[in-house]
């Protein structure tokens, strides 16, 4: 297979050392055999390693080529639907146990960043920037919801305070998480591979996995070698494409545009984002943005259901960045990229087992820096025969999307032109 290459974004140019690792040659034995090396498979690797088992990681191209080295950034917490939905879809009780785990994922990612010492520009503070009342109110209600679930480092932000977070007269209001945060990702990603390793894990690089063999030891195959393992955990996500379709008709890739612009004088930066946090609108399409740490806008959104790349990568975010901050019309964008991501119909991550001895997760669904590294953890601990949680979330109904492979892409597209016609009316 061709070396494949970092997409060329602001990540790949400001990365850390990135260290080659070998391509699967001939035949390897382990303990746990991980598909993909993003957050999902490095966050289980680290949690089986830090637990006494041998793990090997193949990728098909190179560790955090997926979404988890292009993203925003954004270390939101919760899930991608509010716990109230999650008590009204699946019951109180299961609410409960994810409620519970809600802010599990931020923990981990700051728990290795200082063990492994990963040097990945880690900000404290996210601001959810609301356009309409009705967003505010909303808003309000998720936080007094999410309260009694023991989240405390929520509050509401007046129209007079939005200034504090976001210097733009495009919002209503909105509400902080200082629990939330943000990241250079690549670099996060990378910091993990290289915790892996130095505890004895193996990372294979350029290793597309074209098969698995399932038995009591499944074989995993790729074009020049295998793993036999006690156990595989199969982790691809968006770029899985048809290796396993008995899982992957239950999401669909979904590309977003990212860019970044020429470095800016740090008092106008300062002046655009005073407290330093993330921000991310609440639209249904919506917008993320943030300050990187030498003084970069990095901005986000747009969407391509089925995980096509639109032609023109700033063609939506660009008018969208002159919208919140007109003073930028002259800035230049030296990046700008895309990636895909994993969606579920319900919007909720979908964990089950394709045999006895090998689990999946996937369809983060967006919001997935905080929950991959829950969820890894959860696969990881399933391999321990700690299966609680695992239980918890593998009995969450994943449901196939309508119109199955052929029509899920339009048919997705016009329930988001509802939704986005209702947040250009402001109902
Ligand atoms: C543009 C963009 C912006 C985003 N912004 C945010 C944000 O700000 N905050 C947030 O919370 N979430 C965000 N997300 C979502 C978040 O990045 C993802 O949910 C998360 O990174 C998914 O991690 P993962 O490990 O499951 O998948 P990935 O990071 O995609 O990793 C999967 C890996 O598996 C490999 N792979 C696939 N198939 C095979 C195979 N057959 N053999 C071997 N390897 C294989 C791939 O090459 C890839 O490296 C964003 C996503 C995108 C695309």
Same mark, same amino acid.
């Given at each position: 297979?061709?070396?494949?290459?970092?997409?060329?974004?602001?990540?790949?140019?400001?990365?850390?050392?990135?260290? /080659?690792?070998?391509?699967?040659? $001939?035949?390897?034995?382990?303990?746990?055999? *991980?598909?993909?090396?993003?957050?999902?498979?490095?966050?289980?690797?680290?949690?089986?390693?830090?637990?006494?088992?041998?793990?090997?990681?193949?990728?098909?191209?190179?560790?955090?080529?997926?979404?988890?080295?292009?993203?925003?950034?954004?270390? *939101?917490?919760?899930?991608?639907?509010?716990?109230?939905?999650?008590?009204?879809?699946?019951?109180?009780?299961?609410?409960?146990?994810?409620?519970?785990?809600?802010?599990?994922?931020?923990?981990?990612?700051?728990?290795?960043?200082?063990?492994?010492?990963?040097?990945?520009?880690?900000?404290?503070?996210?601001?959810?920037?609301?356009?309409?009342?009705?967003?505010?109110?909303?808003?309000? @209600?998720?936080?007094?919801?999410?309260?009694? @679930?023991? @989240?405390?480092?929520?509050?509401?932000?007046?129209?007079?305070?939005?200034?504090?977070?976001?210097?733009?007269?495009?919002?209503?209001?909105?509400?902080?998480?200082?629990?939330?945060?943000?990241?250079?990702?690549?670099?996060?990603?990378? $910091?993990?591979?290289?915790?892996?390793?130095?505890?004895?894990?193996?990372?294979?690089?350029?290793?597309?996995?074209?098969?698995?063999?399932?038995?009591?030891?499944?074989?995993?195959?790729?074009?020049?070698?295998?793993?036999?393992?006690?156990?595989?955990?199969?982790?691809?996500?968006?770029?899985?494409?048809?290796?396993?379709?008995?899982?992957?008709?239950?999401?669909?890739?979904?590309?977003?545009? *990212?860019?970044?612009?020429?470095?800016?004088?740090?008092?106008?930066?300062?002046?655009?984002?005073?407290?330093?946090?993330?921000?991310?609108?609440?639209?249904?399409?919506?917008?993320?943005?943030?300050?990187?740490?030498?003084?970069?806008?990095?901005?986000?959104?747009?969407?391509?259901?089925?995980?096509?790349?639109?032609?023109?990568?700033?063609?939506?975010?660009? /008018?969208?960045?002159?919208?919140?901050? /007109?003073?930028?019309?002259?800035?230049?964008?030296?990046?700008?990229?895309?990636?895909?991501?994993?969606?579920?119909?319900?919007?909720?991550?979908?964990?089950?087992?394709?045999?006895?001895?090998?689990?999946?997760? @996937?369809?983060?669904?967006?919001?997935?820096?905080?929950?991959?590294?829950?969820?890894?953890?959860?696969?990881?601990?399933?391999?321990?025969?700690?299966?609680?949680?695992?239980?918890?979330?593998?009995?969450?109904?994943?449901?196939?999307?309508? $119109?199955?492979?052929?029509?899920?892409?339009?048919?997705?597209?016009? $329930?988001?032109?509802?939704?986005?016609?209702?947040?250009?009316?402001?109902?």
């Amino acid at each position: 297979m061709a070396n494949t290459p970092y997409p060329q974004s602001y990540y790949a140019a400001s990365a850390n050392a990135v260290t /080659p690792r070998p391509v699967l040659q $001939g035949e390897v034995e382990t303990d746990v055999c *991980v598909i993909g090396a993003g957050y999902t498979g490095l966050s289980s690797a680290l949690f089986l390693l830090e637990h006494g088992f041998r793990v090997a990681v193949l990728e098909a191209a190179k560790v955090g080529f997926g979404a988890s080295g292009r993203n925003g950034g954004q270390i *939101v917490n919760g899930y991608s639907r509010d716990l109230e939905t999650i008590a009204r879809r699946y019951g109180p009780d299961k609410a409960q146990r994810l409620g519970e785990m809600s802010l599990e994922g931020g923990r981990i990612i700051r728990e290795r960043v200082a063990k492994y010492n990963i040097a990945c520009d880690l900000v404290d503070g996210g601001f959810f920037a609301a356009f309409t009342d009705k967003q505010v109110r909303e808003m309000a @209600h998720v936080k007094a919801h999410w309260e009694t @679930h023991g @989240h405390s480092g929520l509050e509401m932000v007046s129209k007079a305070e939005v200034g504090r977070y976001v210097k733009s007269d495009r919002y209503v209001g909105g509400m902080i998480d200082k629990l939330g945060g943000h990241i250079h990702p690549l670099n996060l990603v990378l $910091g993990e591979a290289a915790a892996v390793e130095r505890l004895g894990g193996k990372i294979f690089e350029q290793s597309r996995v074209t098969g698995v063999d399932m038995g009591a030891n499944p074989v995993v195959r790729t074009a020049k070698g295998s793993v036999v393992a006690k156990y595989v955990l199969v982790c691809g996500n968006a770029y899985l494409g048809n290796l396993l379709p008995k899982i992957t008709d239950k999401m669909m890739p979904v590309s977003s545009q *990212v860019m970044a612009t020429e470095p800016l004088d740090p008092a106008l930066i300062e002046e655009m984002l005073p407290a330093n946090y993330c921000v991310e609108d609440a639209n249904y399409v919506l917008d993320y943005y943030r300050r990187t740490a030498d003084n970069r806008l990095l901005y986000g959104g747009g969407i391509g259901y089925g995980g096509q790349d639109p032609a023109n990568l700033t063609g939506v975010i660009r /008018p969208n960045m002159l919208k919140t901050f /007109p003073q930028l019309a002259n800035t230049k964008i030296e990046f700008a990229w895309s990636g895909n991501f994993a969606l579920t119909l319900t919007r909720i991550p979908h964990m089950g087992k394709l045999a006895d001895n090998v689990y999946f997760s @996937h369809g983060d669904s967006g919001h997935g820096v905080t929950t991959t590294h829950l969820l890894g953890k959860i696969l990881g601990e399933a391999v321990t025969g700690h299966s609680g949680r695992y239980d918890v979330w593998s009995s969450l109904q994943a449901l196939p999307f309508p $119109g199955g492979t052929t029509f899920r892409v339009p048919l997705t597209m016009l $329930g988001a032109w509802w939704y986005g016609m209702r947040d250009k009316l402001g109902v």
